[in-house]
């Protein structure tokens, strides 16, 4: 019980000093910059709160691939061009556990309020920056696909090596089952992010195409349709197939469908 409240104490103190900076830094391209408040400090007394809760926290130095994948999904649990809608804040307390995960519920409507609050020279120009947003998360999802799938064929051989050990190094086997458990934590982010991205475009598209309706709604449904099937095979924990987003017919794999049709007064759509 003592050391439950001085892990809540020591959180309470890191949050008063603001929470303005608790949000990652980054800086060219939304890359994530060293900074001891968010790599060492956070970290820190996150993993005491966890501790304190009885979650599982474990001391294995991160492999390469471990550091590689958290780097790659990291891109996912942020958006630096749009700080207001995604919760920088909330993710990373969660990032570094000083909140529990998993305990937020993100409003699919912030993207769209966003867009409509921004000033664009055109309001065509919100359905291109959806495409833009979309063709972003596409364009990064294989090669964080392929870092998940390299932390799990490593925690596959963990569990293969540690089986090997003897009755001995329980504590050894506990480390590793604990690192697994915040492998997992880790992918469950980004399952959680990627679909809300696309729930958050979704509803943009579909309110911007009452708001202001506009034949480049057209790009923007196809592109959902091709970032939905990599939605699809996170949730189903396909990360190693190789198979995610290698073509196949129109609409495969896509969480459900828009069709909009261009028709002659370019003022009406329908789905």
């Known amino acids: 019980m003592a050391d439950r409240r001085i892990a809540l104490a020591l959180c309470a103190a890191a949050l008063l000093a603001g929470l303005s900076a608790c949000a990652r830094p980054t800086g060219d391209f939304g890359r994530a910059q060293d900074s001891l408040l968010h790599d060492e400090t956070m970290p820190a007394l996150g993993n005491l709160r966890a501790r304190s809760a009885k979650e599982p926290v474990s001391d294995?130095?991160?492999?390469?691939?471990e550091i590689e994948m958290r780097d790659r999904i990291w891109r996912y649990l942020v958006a630096p061009h749009a700080k207001d809608w995604f919760y920088d804040t909330v993710a990373e307390l969660e990032?570094?556990?000083?909140?529990?995960?998993?305990?937020?519920?993100?409003?699919?409507?912030?993207?769209?309020q966003w867009l409509t609050g921004e000033r664009f020279a055109s309001s065509r120009v919100r359905y291109s920056r959806i495409t833009d947003d979309i063709a972003a998360d596409i364009g990064t999802a294989p090669s964080t696909f392929r870092a998940i799938c390299a932390v799990q064929r490593m925690d596959e051989q963990r569990a293969i090596a540690?089986?090997?050990?003897?009755?001995?190094?329980?504590?050894?086997?506990?480390?590793?089952?604990d690192r697994q458990a915040e492998n997992e934590m880790v992918i469950g982010w980004f399952v959680r992010s990627i679909g809300y991205r696309y729930d958050s475009y979704s509803y943009a598209l579909d309110h911007l195409l009452v708001e202001t309706p506009h034949e480049?709604?057209?790009?923007?449904?196809?592109?959902?349709?091709?970032?939905?099937?990599?939605?699809?095979?996170?949730?189903?924990?396909?990360?190693?197939?190789?198979?995610?987003?290698g073509g196949g017919s129109e609409g495969d794999g896509a969480i459900r469908s828009r069709y909009v049709q261009k028709i002659e007064s370019e003022g009406d759509y329908r789905k």
């Open 216 to 245: 480049e709604a057209i790009e923007v449904d196809a592109g959902l349709s091709g970032l939905a099937i990599y939605v699809e095979a996170a949730e189903r924990g396909d990360f190693c197939s190789g198979d995610v987003g």
């Open 95 to 112: 990032r570094t556990r000083l909140r529990p995960t998993g305990k937020f519920d993100f409003k699919t409507d912030r993207y769209y």
């Open 60 to 65: 294995f130095v991160l492999a390469d691939q």
């Open 162 to 177: 540690g089986g090997n050990l003897d009755s001995s190094e329980a504590g050894m086997r506990q480390e590793a089952e």
